[in-house]
């Protein structure tokens, strides 16, 4: 499949941007909260967000496969076919638009060979764009676009550490131990790899749950701003290897 990202690109941006304008209506009125059956709490905002994007993704790439996380389930023979596929995740960070906070993102990413070539980040109530095209990273904001660049971890300055705002641990407090001095910046959704890419915090170490499209997106903009992201034992993260659609624990720094 030849796939033109920077043709793609502009395109992307442009239905994350709807979706979260469609958030942003829902967001500014009351809202019904459900629970799915992982007991995670999913909205009216989910689901809208997520028809405007699925239909906007058929509609341009008819041929490329869709996993969002409030799409239906793909079984895994099917699954495992497929080299190159769009994961989403409409409203990444429910807990933060219930508690209206603003920290929310809509995420889309391409996956091709297990790996992200393409990811676009919105944050609707802070109107910031981040995404990658074949030149790097970029934040499109106020009607100014800036190339992003992630800053390396300093060996004897105090290092600025991204922390989930929702899932603080335990496990979290022990991987810091390893540095002299440490600077806490709690932040929720797909933000944290955001954060790194725009040389905001120096590392965002996850050592709690998430699944693909937690992290597709915002590892795209991360790694096109000269970040790794990287498991525990220094290998890349993967996409579709495997049947669990789970993340291994992992780290974002460059």
């Not at 219930?98 to 993102?105: A, C, H, L, V």
């Not at 992200?116 to 009607?143: N, S, W």
């Not at 525990?232 to 992992?250: A, I, K, M, R």
């Amino acid at each position: 499949m030849d796939i033109s990202i920077d043709h793609l690109v502009s395109k992307i941006n442009d239905i994350a941007v709807a979706a979260g304008q469609e958030i942003l209506d829902i967001y500014q009125r009351d809202f019904h909260v459900d629970m799915k059956d992982d007991n995670s709490p999913v909205t009216e905002a989910d689901i809208a967000a997520n028809d405007i994007i699925v239909a906007s993704l058929r509609t341009i790439t008819p041929d490329i496969p869709i996993l969002s996380e409030e799409g239906s389930s793909i079984p895994w023979d099917e699954r495992k076919q497929w080299q190159t596929f769009w994961l989403v995740d409409p409203l990444d960070g429910t807990k933060e638009f219930i508690k209206r906070n603003g920290e929310f993102t809509v995420n889309i990413a391409l996956i091709h060979n297990q790996q992200p070539i393409l990811g676009v980040v919105y944050a609707p109530v802070l109107d910031k764009l981040y995404y990658t095209t074949t030149q790097g990273a970029f934040l499109l904001h106020d009607g100014n676009t800036t190339q992003l660049s992630a800053l390396a971890i300093p060996e004897n300055e105090t290092v600025k550490v991204v922390g989930s705002r929702s899932h603080a641990s335990p496990e979290m407090a022990l991987y810091l131990t390893r540095y002299k001095d440490t600077d806490i910046i709690p932040v929720g959704s797909s933000l944290k790899f955001c954060l790194i890419a725009e040389g905001s915090a120096h590392c965002y170490p996850r050592l709690g749950p998430t699944c693909w499209w937690d992290t597709g997106a915002g590892h795209a903009v991360a790694c096109a701003a000269g970040a790794k992201v990287v498991q525990l034992d220094g290998s890349p993260l993967l996409y579709n290897h495997q049947e669990s659609v789970l993340n291994p624990f992992f780290v974002v720094a460059k």
